[in-house]
């Protein structure tokens, strides 16, 4: 008797689930016609033009697929400010460095857990219930929320070769979240879980070593904090600093190819 209620209760479970993906799928195609008919391309596109230096090496596939993409994002996710008004500028920038993530992706599912992001002009004190209050420049949360400071984003779009991107460091975070508790092992590999693991725990290792012995390296240290922490970082560093990344860690730059189905040397800085 219980498991026929089981059953019952997972395939109830699963029509909902279609429904929910097919639902989402029908709207996705509804945005992107909608943008076909609208002027907002032409705003989207000084956007870029405007904050992101690497928008003019994008071949013309590329620029219409971060465009399109951007458009999307910004109608499925909430975008809510505190002390700061949402203008197109400050959307198409956020949405457009979240659209770089799902780049390669020829049918990205668009954060699916993600509801809202918040923005602050700079940097705002947390004060989270059961946290110690604490100065920030971003959050991800594992409820569907992304916290920005405007300025922080804006810098880091404009500095596209520092290896430093708030932006792009909280949304790696929701894609790690995807697959529950940031861990550094996002869902959607697209290689193999032991691949993925060794060689990350392995790069996430050294990194601690090089730390500890003062010696350089492409992937900043706050990268050692924990493995969620290494793979956001180590995503800001791919997509900003790949040619150096590429020879100073080819396994993990390789990895990384793999699961963002792009490779940044070739498409941003040709
Ligand atoms: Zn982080």
């Known amino acids: 008797m219980d498991i026929f209620f089981l059953i019952i209760v997972l395939i109830i479970l699963f029509i909902l689930i279609g429904i ?13 016609m909608k943008l076909s008919k609208s002027e907002r391309k032409g705003i989207i596109e000084s956007v870029f033009h405007k ?18 993409d951007s458009y999307i994002l910004s ?10 008004k949402i203008t197109d500028e400050i959307k198409y920038t956020i949405f457009g460095l979240a659209g770089l993530l799902i780049l390669g992706d020829e049918n990205p ?15 705002y004190i947390s004060d989270q219930k059961g946290q110690n209050k604490s100065v920030n420049l971003g959050e991800s949360w594992n409820f569907g929320v992304v916290v920005l400071s405007w300025c ?16 792009l460091h909280e949304f790696a975070h929701q894609l790690d979240q995807q697959s529950g508790q940031a861990d550094g092992i996002p869902a959607n590999l697209n290689t193999d879980y032991y691949t993925w693991k060794n060689t990350f725990d392995k790069e996430y290792n050294n990194l601690i070593k090089e730390m500890e012995n003062a010696e350089y390296d492409s992937i900043d240290f706050y990268g050692t904090t924990n493995k969620a922490e290494f793979f956001a970082v180590s995503t800001e560093t791919f997509f900003e600093k790949p040619a150096l990344m590429k020879a100073e860690h080819p396994e993990l730059y390789n990895l990384l190819v793999r699961y963002y189905k792009i490779d940044p040397e070739k498409i941003f800085f040709r």
Not at 21 to 32: C, D, F, H, M
Not at 109 to 123: D, G, Q, R
Request: glycine residues 6%.
């Open 20 to 32: 929910f993906v097919k639902r989402r799928s029908v709207k996705i195609q509804y945005i992107k």
């Open 51 to 68: 904050n992101f230096l690497f928008y003019e090496h994008l071949n013309n596939t590329f620029k219409e697929k971060l465009i399109t």
């Open 75 to 84: 109608e499925l996710i909430d975008i809510d400010s505190i002390g700061i």
């Open 109 to 123: 599912n668009y954060f699916p857990n993600l509801t809202s992001v918040v923005v602050y002009p700079k940097m």
């Open 152 to 167: 922080d984003v804006v810098n880091g779009a404009q500095n596209f070769s520092d290896g430093h991107n708030g932006a």
